[in-house]
């Protein structure tokens, strides 16, 4: 069974500072998929960012990058210069070997930007 | 490209009727899922179709049904409302392409309030 953790249930960070949410994982699988993320308080799901478990760097979209450090099964999302739109739930999930069709998710960060 | 659209947005429904959810998928995408996500469980996986067939389904009772027609939208039914059916219903679309890569978009959600 795979699980997705995500241990700090709110955060704030300061208008254009850096942050960082944490996730960790657990899968027995060789081969899976991880994703962020946001959702507003409008309540959409809105993608940001993909880390395949055999990619060799890093990935990185925009202001967003995910830190990804397999050996200790951690995918953390780094947002750069923090904007108050940012502010909102953010959730990890995970894909498994092609088959199962469905992504396992963490119980999310609410991130608050403060001005 | 339009995005996954779901209707109705809000539902108000009392306990022991039915209700019905639509979901249309971003166009040329073949897969899609449903999601229930409430403040003590947060995002849990329900169903998934692709090419009318459902492929995968959740930990949910026999209340919980779909079905997706030959143009890739989909439908979701609950029976027998209780109350703890209240949710954001989650609806995402895939191009299904298979393996881990395949990104999942969300649509807005319908949000079902049972009185």
């Known amino acids: 069974a795979q699980k997705i953790t995500q241990t700090q249930p709110g955060m704030f960070v300061q208008e254009k500072e850096a942050v960082t949410l944490d996730c960790t994982y657990d899968t027995s699988d060789q081969s899976y998929g991880l994703f962020w993320y946001k959702q507003p308080s409008s309540g959409e799901m809105i993608f940001l960012i993909y880390q395949g478990s055999y990619d060799e760097q890093n990935a990185t979209e925009g202001r967003y990058s995910l830190n990804f450090q397999k050996a200790r099964k951690s995918a953390n999302l780094v947002i750069s210069a923090s904007q108050l739109g940012d502010s909102a739930m953010y959730f990890c999930a995970m894909s498994s070997t092609a088959g199962s069709y469905q992504l396992t998710f963490g119980k999310g960060t609410k991130l608050s930007v403060i001005p | 490209k339009a995005g996954v659209t779901q209707t109705p947005r809000y539902l108000i429904k009392t306990r022991g009727q039915q209700v019905t959810l639509s979901c249309s998928p971003i166009?040329?995408?073949?897969?899609v899922s449903w999601y229930q996500q409430t403040p003590g469980q947060g995002l849990q996986f329900l169903f998934e179709?692709?090419?009318?067939?459902?492929?995968n389904k959740g930990n949910f009772p026999g209340r919980f049904s779909g079905r997706q027609f030959s143009n890739s939208r989909s439908e979701m039914n609950v029976s027998t409302l209780e109350l703890g059916d209240s949710a954001l219903y989650l609806c995402?679309?895939?191009?299904?392409?298979?393996?881990?890569?395949?990104?999942?978009?969300f649509g807005p959600g319908t949000r079902l309030t049972v009185l």
């Open positions: 179709y692709f090419s009318e067939t459902q492929r």
């Open positions: 995402a679309s895939s191009p299904s392409t298979g393996g881990i890569r395949d990104t999942q978009y």
């Open positions: 166009s040329g995408h073949r897969s």
